[in-house]
């Protein structure tokens, strides 16, 4: 269980490797764009506060998570990229809809670990409601996209 009142997006930016010699893919799924748009800010912001540089960030969007996997696949491929961060929101609904994405999602992102050499990180949120999404795309629980992007930096230098 995540901690209730914790901002889990803060960092410490002298123990982070510079960006800078990078360059990150951002695929970003349009469903639930408020959400989607506050991760993928914290997530530019996070990537250009420790070196990266805007010209290194390029941005896909997809029309759902579940298109992500598709969308980073063909970031792998087509552009040279060091990493690339997954960025989307699936709420709960009434139907067994979400279940299925969500479990398509985490997968297809896992598959895409293991088939390249490439980190993928994802960051998508899967919530029971929308506020619990926005408390996680940049309100009293942190940002997301912010963590996300850290990862991709700490996983880009691992990969070397």
């Given at each position: 269980?995540?901690?209730?009142?914790?901002?889990?997006?803060?960092?410490?930016?002298?123990?982070?490797?510079?960006?800078?010699?990078?360059?990150?893919?951002?695929?970003?799924?349009?469903?639930?764009?408020?959400?989607?748009?506050?991760?993928?800010?914290?997530?530019?912001?996070?990537?250009?506060?420790?070196?990266?540089?805007?010209?290194?960030?390029?941005?896909?969007?997809?029309?759902?998570?579940?298109?992500?996997?598709?969308?980073?696949?063909?970031?792998?491929?087509?552009?040279?990229?060091?990493?690339?961060?997954?960025?989307?929101?699936?709420?709960?609904?009434?139907?067994?809809?979400?279940?299925?994405?969500?479990?398509?999602?985490?997968?297809?992102?896992?598959?895409?670990?293991?088939?390249?050499?490439?980190?993928?990180?994802?960051?998508?949120?899967?919530?029971?409601?929308?506020q619990q999404a926005v408390e996680r795309s940049g309100g009293?629980?942190?940002?997301?996209?912010?963590?996300?992007?850290?990862a991709a930096i700490k996983m880009v230098v691992l990969?070397?």
């Amino acid at each position: 269980m995540a901690t209730e009142n914790k901002n889990l997006s803060h960092y410490d930016k002298t123990t982070i490797p510079s960006a800078k010699p990078f360059r990150f893919g951002i695929v970003v799924s349009e469903w639930n764009d408020t959400i989607t748009e506050g991760l993928f800010n914290g997530a530019r912001e996070a990537l250009i506060d420790c070196g990266a540089l805007p010209e290194n960030i390029v941005r896909w969007n997809v029309p759902g998570s579940f298109e992500l996997t598709f969308g980073c696949k063909k970031m792998l491929e087509q552009q040279e990229v060091d990493a690339v961060i997954a960025i989307g929101s699936v709420i709960q609904g009434e139907t067994k809809h979400f279940d299925f994405v969500c479990s398509a999602t985490a997968q297809g992102i896992k598959d895409l670990n293991v088939r390249y050499d490439r980190p993928v990180i994802f960051c998508v949120l899967t919530d029971n409601n929308m506020q619990q999404a926005v408390e996680r795309s940049g309100g009293k629980h942190g940002n997301k996209g912010t963590e996300a992007a850290i990862a991709a930096i700490k996983m880009v230098v691992l990969g070397q």
